[in-house]
Protein backbone atom coordinates (compact mmCIF):
# COMPACT_ATOMS: atom_id res chain seq x y z
CA UNK A 1 0.00 0.00 0.00
CA UNK A 2 1.62 3.22 -0.94
CA UNK A 3 1.91 6.45 1.42
CA UNK A 4 -0.81 8.25 0.06
CA UNK A 5 -3.13 5.74 0.52
CA UNK A 6 -2.47 5.14 4.12
CA UNK A 7 -2.16 9.01 4.74
CA UNK A 8 -5.85 9.13 2.46
CA UNK A 9 -7.36 5.97 3.97
CA UNK A 10 -6.15 7.11 7.78
CA UNK A 11 -7.11 10.26 7.61
CA UNK A 12 -10.37 9.67 6.52
CA UNK A 13 -11.03 6.87 10.02
CA UNK A 14 -9.79 9.69 12.04
CA UNK A 15 -12.81 12.37 10.56
CA UNK A 16 -15.03 9.13 10.81
CA UNK A 17 -14.34 8.18 14.20
CA UNK A 18 -14.14 11.84 15.43
CA UNK A 19 -18.27 12.75 14.03
CA UNK A 20 -19.19 9.52 15.63
CA UNK A 21 -17.87 11.24 18.70
CA UNK A 22 -19.59 14.52 17.84
CA UNK A 23 -22.57 12.90 17.28
CA UNK A 24 -22.55 10.38 20.92
CA UNK A 25 -22.07 14.16 22.33
CA UNK A 26 -24.58 15.83 20.97
CA UNK A 27 -22.63 18.79 18.92
CA UNK A 28 -22.19 20.16 15.15
CA UNK A 29 -18.46 20.87 15.15
CA UNK A 30 -15.70 20.12 17.15
CA UNK A 31 -12.41 22.18 17.97
CA UNK A 32 -8.85 20.34 18.56
CA UNK A 33 -6.22 22.97 19.93
CA UNK A 34 -4.20 20.24 21.99
CA UNK A 35 -0.78 20.11 19.89
CA UNK A 36 -1.89 16.28 20.06
CA UNK A 37 -4.66 16.45 19.10
CA UNK A 38 -3.79 17.94 16.23
CA UNK A 39 -0.89 16.54 15.43
CA UNK A 40 -2.36 13.32 15.89
CA UNK A 41 -5.64 14.15 13.39
CA UNK A 42 -3.20 16.20 10.78
CA UNK A 43 -0.73 13.27 10.66
CA UNK A 44 2.39 15.18 12.23
CA UNK A 45 1.53 18.92 11.89
CA UNK A 46 3.24 20.82 14.81
CA UNK A 47 1.39 23.79 15.70
CA UNK A 48 3.61 24.76 19.11
CA UNK A 49 5.58 27.76 19.48
CA UNK A 50 5.67 27.66 22.67
CA UNK A 51 6.41 24.02 23.93
CA UNK A 52 5.61 24.38 27.70
CA UNK A 53 2.14 25.23 26.45
CA UNK A 54 -0.11 21.94 25.91
CA UNK A 55 -2.29 24.39 23.26
CA UNK A 56 -0.79 25.41 19.85
CA UNK A 57 -1.02 28.64 17.64
CA UNK A 58 -3.62 27.09 15.42
CA UNK A 59 -6.54 24.42 15.84
CA UNK A 60 -8.71 21.85 13.73
CA UNK A 61 -12.30 23.04 13.56
CA UNK A 62 -14.50 19.67 12.01
CA UNK A 63 -17.99 19.98 10.87
CA UNK A 64 -19.77 17.38 9.60
CA UNK A 65 -19.54 18.91 6.02
CA UNK A 66 -15.78 20.19 6.26
CA UNK A 67 -12.66 20.81 8.12
CA UNK A 68 -10.44 23.36 8.41
CA UNK A 69 -6.95 24.91 10.49
CA UNK A 70 -8.06 28.12 11.92
CA UNK A 71 -5.29 30.17 13.08
CA UNK A 72 -4.54 34.21 12.81
CA UNK A 73 -2.35 35.87 10.55
CA UNK A 74 0.89 35.41 12.08
CA UNK A 75 0.90 31.72 12.03
CA UNK A 76 -0.85 31.40 8.59
CA UNK A 77 1.58 31.54 6.04
CA UNK A 78 3.35 28.81 8.01
CA UNK A 79 0.33 26.62 8.10
CA UNK A 80 -0.38 26.97 4.98
CA UNK A 81 3.25 26.33 3.08
CA UNK A 82 4.84 23.64 5.94
CA UNK A 83 2.67 22.32 8.75
CA UNK A 84 -1.03 21.76 6.75
CA UNK A 85 -0.93 22.54 3.18
CA UNK A 86 -3.56 20.06 2.62
CA UNK A 87 -6.13 21.25 4.98
CA UNK A 88 -7.68 24.69 3.94
CA UNK A 89 -6.55 27.64 6.24
CA UNK A 90 -8.89 30.27 7.83
CA UNK A 91 -6.66 32.91 9.85
CA UNK A 92 -8.13 35.58 11.85
CA UNK A 93 -6.24 38.86 12.88
CA UNK A 94 -3.64 38.17 15.72
CA UNK A 95 -5.71 41.36 17.93
CA UNK A 96 -9.18 39.68 17.50
CA UNK A 97 -11.03 37.45 19.48
CA UNK A 98 -11.25 34.33 16.80
CA UNK A 99 -14.83 33.59 17.78
CA UNK A 100 -16.15 35.32 15.70
CA UNK A 101 -14.28 33.05 12.88
CA UNK A 102 -15.18 29.85 14.85
CA UNK A 103 -19.21 31.17 14.73
CA UNK A 104 -18.33 31.96 11.06
CA UNK A 105 -17.32 28.51 10.24
CA UNK A 106 -19.59 26.89 12.48
CA UNK A 107 -22.78 28.64 12.36
CA UNK A 108 -25.07 28.10 15.09
CA UNK A 109 -24.14 24.29 15.71
CA UNK A 110 -23.59 23.35 19.01
CA UNK A 111 -19.61 23.25 20.30
CA UNK A 112 -17.04 21.05 21.39
CA UNK A 113 -13.47 21.50 22.14
CA UNK A 114 -10.47 19.63 23.46
CA UNK A 115 -9.40 22.94 26.24
CA UNK A 116 -11.67 24.57 28.39
CA UNK A 117 -13.84 27.43 25.92
CA UNK A 118 -16.63 29.58 26.63
CA UNK A 119 -20.02 27.98 25.20
CA UNK A 120 -18.35 24.35 24.37
CA UNK A 121 -18.62 21.53 25.96
CA UNK A 122 -14.97 19.94 26.88
CA UNK A 123 -14.29 16.50 25.05
CA UNK A 124 -10.69 16.08 25.72
CA UNK A 125 -11.38 13.19 27.76
CA UNK A 126 -13.40 11.62 24.90
CA UNK A 127 -10.65 12.47 22.26
CA UNK A 128 -7.59 11.31 23.85
CA UNK A 129 -8.23 7.54 23.44
CA UNK A 130 -9.06 8.14 19.55
CA UNK A 131 -4.76 8.26 19.57
CA UNK A 132 -4.10 5.45 21.45
CA UNK A 133 -3.99 2.48 18.76
CA UNK A 134 -1.82 4.22 16.04
CA UNK A 135 -3.11 4.34 12.56
CA UNK A 136 -0.27 3.04 9.36
CA UNK A 137 0.98 6.05 8.42
CA UNK A 138 1.96 7.21 12.43
CA UNK A 139 3.62 3.62 12.74
CA UNK A 140 5.82 4.46 9.35
CA UNK A 141 6.61 8.00 11.00
CA UNK A 142 7.16 6.30 14.24
CA UNK A 143 9.70 3.93 13.49
CA UNK A 144 11.67 6.62 11.71
CA UNK A 145 11.23 8.67 15.05
CA UNK A 146 12.45 6.01 16.93
CA UNK A 147 15.58 5.31 14.82
CA UNK A 148 16.59 8.60 14.97
CA UNK A 149 15.98 8.78 18.89
CA UNK A 150 18.25 6.00 19.32
CA UNK A 151 20.96 7.47 16.90
CA UNK A 152 20.90 10.54 19.07
CA UNK A 153 21.28 8.94 22.16
CA UNK A 154 24.23 6.86 20.96
CA UNK A 155 26.10 10.13 19.13
CA UNK A 156 25.73 11.67 22.74
CA UNK A 157 26.91 8.59 24.50
CA UNK A 158 29.72 8.48 22.11
CA UNK A 159 30.42 12.12 22.89
CA UNK A 160 30.73 11.49 26.68
CA UNK A 161 34.30 11.15 28.76
CA UNK A 162 35.48 11.63 32.63
CA UNK A 163 35.44 15.19 33.36
CA UNK A 164 32.70 16.29 31.53
CA UNK A 165 30.08 17.33 33.31
CA UNK A 166 26.13 16.49 33.34
CA UNK A 167 25.33 19.89 31.74
CA UNK A 168 27.63 19.35 28.37
CA UNK A 169 26.45 15.80 28.57
CA UNK A 170 22.49 17.22 28.45
CA UNK A 171 23.56 20.19 25.83
CA UNK A 172 25.59 17.10 23.33
CA UNK A 173 22.20 15.14 23.97
CA UNK A 174 19.85 17.83 23.13
CA UNK A 175 21.76 18.79 20.08
CA UNK A 176 21.79 15.83 18.48
CA UNK A 177 18.35 15.51 18.96
CA UNK A 178 17.75 18.42 17.53
CA UNK A 179 19.97 17.77 14.09
CA UNK A 180 17.44 15.08 13.63
CA UNK A 181 14.22 17.66 13.70
CA UNK A 182 13.56 16.06 17.48
CA UNK A 183 12.55 17.98 20.71
CA UNK A 184 13.21 16.32 23.93
CA UNK A 185 10.10 17.18 26.16
CA UNK A 186 12.52 14.79 28.78
CA UNK A 187 16.35 15.13 28.87
CA UNK A 188 18.45 14.02 31.55
CA UNK A 189 21.82 13.09 32.66
CA UNK A 190 23.38 11.67 35.40
CA UNK A 191 27.14 10.98 37.02
CA UNK A 192 28.11 8.31 38.50
CA UNK A 193 26.14 8.92 42.65
CA UNK A 194 23.48 11.15 40.67
CA UNK A 195 22.16 7.82 39.20
CA UNK A 196 21.62 6.12 42.32
CA UNK A 197 20.76 9.09 44.31
CA UNK A 198 18.02 10.10 41.97
CA UNK A 199 15.36 8.49 39.42
CA UNK A 200 14.58 11.79 37.68
CA UNK A 201 18.31 13.06 37.76
CA UNK A 202 17.69 16.64 36.32
CA UNK A 203 21.28 17.71 35.07
CA UNK A 204 22.47 19.84 37.60
CA UNK A 205 26.44 19.59 37.00
CA UNK A 206 27.71 17.08 38.53
CA UNK A 207 31.38 15.93 37.03
CA UNK A 208 31.39 12.35 34.92
CA UNK A 209 34.09 9.86 36.28
CA UNK A 210 33.01 6.33 36.02
CA UNK A 211 29.63 6.18 34.34
CA UNK A 212 26.64 8.49 33.05
CA UNK A 213 22.77 7.89 32.29
CA UNK A 214 20.71 9.71 29.17
CA UNK A 215 17.44 9.75 29.06
CA UNK A 216 15.31 11.31 26.30
CA UNK A 217 11.90 11.74 25.61
CA UNK A 218 12.40 12.95 22.00
CA UNK A 219 9.20 13.84 19.93
CA UNK A 220 8.51 14.77 16.31
CA UNK A 221 5.13 15.12 14.53
CA UNK A 222 3.59 14.74 17.78
CA UNK A 223 4.88 11.26 18.50
CA UNK A 224 7.60 10.55 21.10
CA UNK A 225 10.37 7.86 21.25
CA UNK A 226 11.69 7.27 24.94
CA UNK A 227 15.14 5.65 25.74
CA UNK A 228 17.45 5.46 28.52
CA UNK A 229 21.62 4.36 28.20
CA UNK A 230 24.16 4.09 30.75
CA UNK A 231 28.01 4.64 29.44
CA UNK A 232 30.28 2.86 31.61
CA UNK A 233 34.26 3.94 32.02
CA UNK A 234 35.14 1.28 34.36
CA UNK A 235 33.79 -1.85 34.63
CA UNK A 236 30.63 -2.12 36.92
CA UNK A 237 31.32 -3.99 40.25
CA UNK A 238 29.49 -7.24 40.61
CA UNK A 239 26.80 -5.64 42.64
CA UNK A 240 26.03 -3.15 40.23
CA UNK A 241 26.22 -5.32 37.19
CA UNK A 242 23.31 -7.35 38.83
CA UNK A 243 21.31 -4.43 38.91
CA UNK A 244 21.94 -3.67 35.18
CA UNK A 245 21.16 -7.21 33.86
CA UNK A 246 17.71 -7.21 35.95
CA UNK A 247 16.43 -3.82 34.98
CA UNK A 248 17.40 -5.58 30.71
CA UNK A 249 15.43 -8.69 32.03
CA UNK A 250 12.87 -7.19 33.35
CA UNK A 251 12.24 -4.81 30.52
CA UNK A 252 12.78 -7.36 27.85
CA UNK A 253 10.32 -9.69 29.58
CA UNK A 254 7.85 -6.76 29.99
CA UNK A 255 7.87 -6.47 26.27
CA UNK A 256 7.36 -10.38 25.61
CA UNK A 257 5.45 -11.59 28.23
CA UNK A 258 3.44 -9.11 29.81
CA UNK A 259 2.37 -6.70 26.94
CA UNK A 260 -0.56 -8.78 25.50
CA UNK A 261 -3.84 -7.62 23.57
CA UNK A 262 -6.59 -8.26 25.73
CA UNK A 263 -4.34 -7.55 29.13
CA UNK A 264 -4.58 -4.72 31.19
CA UNK A 265 -1.98 -2.34 31.73
CA UNK A 266 -2.90 -3.29 35.52
CA UNK A 267 -2.81 -7.07 34.20
CA UNK A 268 1.28 -5.86 32.96
CA UNK A 269 1.54 -4.28 36.44
CA UNK A 270 1.17 -7.21 37.94
CA UNK A 271 3.71 -9.37 35.96
CA UNK A 272 5.71 -6.20 36.25
CA UNK A 273 5.96 -6.90 40.15
CA UNK A 274 6.54 -10.97 39.95
CA UNK A 275 9.01 -10.16 37.80
CA UNK A 276 11.01 -7.58 39.87
CA UNK A 277 10.59 -10.43 42.55
CA UNK A 278 12.04 -13.33 40.85
CA UNK A 279 15.27 -10.91 39.93
CA UNK A 280 15.73 -10.53 43.16
CA UNK A 281 14.54 -6.91 43.94
CA UNK A 282 10.75 -7.53 45.05
CA UNK A 283 10.38 -4.07 46.50
CA UNK A 284 12.43 -1.41 44.36
CA UNK A 285 8.88 -1.25 42.22
CA UNK A 286 8.17 0.81 44.38
CA UNK A 287 10.72 3.72 44.07
CA UNK A 288 9.53 4.87 40.65
CA UNK A 289 7.04 4.24 37.63
CA UNK A 290 7.02 1.05 35.20
CA UNK A 291 6.21 3.01 32.69
CA UNK A 292 3.37 2.70 30.18
CA UNK A 293 1.62 3.42 26.62
CA UNK A 294 3.14 6.00 25.02
CA UNK A 295 2.59 7.59 21.39
CA UNK A 296 1.10 11.29 21.37
CA UNK A 297 2.26 11.82 24.74
CA UNK A 298 5.37 10.99 26.48
CA UNK A 299 3.31 8.73 28.63
CA UNK A 300 -0.48 8.35 27.46
CA UNK A 301 -1.16 6.15 30.77
CA UNK A 302 1.49 5.11 32.68
CA UNK A 303 0.66 1.69 34.18
CA UNK A 304 -0.36 0.91 38.14
CA UNK A 305 -2.06 -1.81 40.15
CA UNK A 306 -5.66 -0.02 39.04
CA UNK A 307 -5.14 0.74 35.46
CA UNK A 308 -7.87 -1.10 33.17
CA UNK A 309 -6.65 0.68 29.74
CA UNK A 310 -6.40 -2.49 28.03
CA UNK A 311 -3.47 -2.97 25.99
CA UNK A 312 -4.15 -3.75 21.71
CA UNK A 313 -2.44 -4.42 19.10
CA UNK A 314 -1.13 -1.05 17.68
CA UNK A 315 -0.54 0.72 20.93
CA UNK A 316 2.77 1.65 21.43
CA UNK A 317 4.55 1.03 25.06
CA UNK A 318 7.45 2.43 27.09
CA UNK A 319 8.37 0.46 29.75
CA UNK A 320 11.70 1.89 32.25
CA UNK A 321 12.00 -0.59 34.82
CA UNK A 322 14.56 0.66 37.43
CA UNK A 323 17.04 -1.01 39.98
CA UNK A 324 18.78 1.76 42.11
CA UNK A 325 21.69 2.72 40.17
CA UNK A 326 20.49 1.20 36.83
CA UNK A 327 17.82 1.04 34.62
CA UNK A 328 16.69 0.36 30.85
CA UNK A 329 14.24 1.82 29.06
CA UNK A 330 13.09 1.74 24.93
CA UNK A 331 9.80 2.06 23.09
CA UNK A 332 7.86 -0.35 21.00
CA UNK A 333 5.00 -1.14 19.30
CA UNK A 334 2.30 -4.26 19.49
CA UNK A 335 2.19 -5.55 15.98
CA UNK A 336 0.20 -8.25 15.05
CA UNK A 337 2.89 -10.31 15.32
CA UNK A 338 4.67 -9.29 18.57
CA UNK A 339 6.26 -6.30 19.79
CA UNK A 340 8.58 -4.38 17.45
CA UNK A 341 11.26 -2.23 18.88
CA UNK A 342 11.43 1.52 17.04
CA UNK A 343 14.17 2.34 19.34
CA UNK A 344 17.15 -0.85 18.92
CA UNK A 345 20.69 0.35 19.91
CA UNK A 346 22.07 1.30 16.43
CA UNK A 347 24.08 -1.80 14.79
CA UNK A 348 21.97 -4.19 16.86
CA UNK A 349 20.85 -7.10 15.54
CA UNK A 350 17.79 -8.59 17.02
CA UNK A 351 16.91 -12.12 16.56
Not at 4 to 9: F, I, P, Y
Not at 254 to 259: F, I, P, Q, Y
Not at 279 to 306: C, D, K, N
Request: aromatic share 6%.
Amino acid sequence: MSQAHHDSTSRRARRQRLLELMERCGVGALLLRRSNNFAWYTNGADTRVDHASPFGVAAVLITPEAEYVLTNNIEAPRMREEQTPDFEVVEHPWHEDEATAIRELAGDAALGADFPLEDALDVSDEVSPLRYVLDPDALERYRRIGADAAAAVAEAADSLEPGMSELGAAANLAAACRRRRLFGSVLLAAADDRIVRYRHPIPHGATIERRAMLVVSAERGGLYANVTRIVHFEEPDKELRQRLEACETILRRMREEATRPGHTLADAFEDCRRFYAEEGFPEEWRLHHQGGMTGYASREVIATPETRQEIRVGQALAWNPSVTGAKAEETFVLTESGPEVITPVPGEVRP
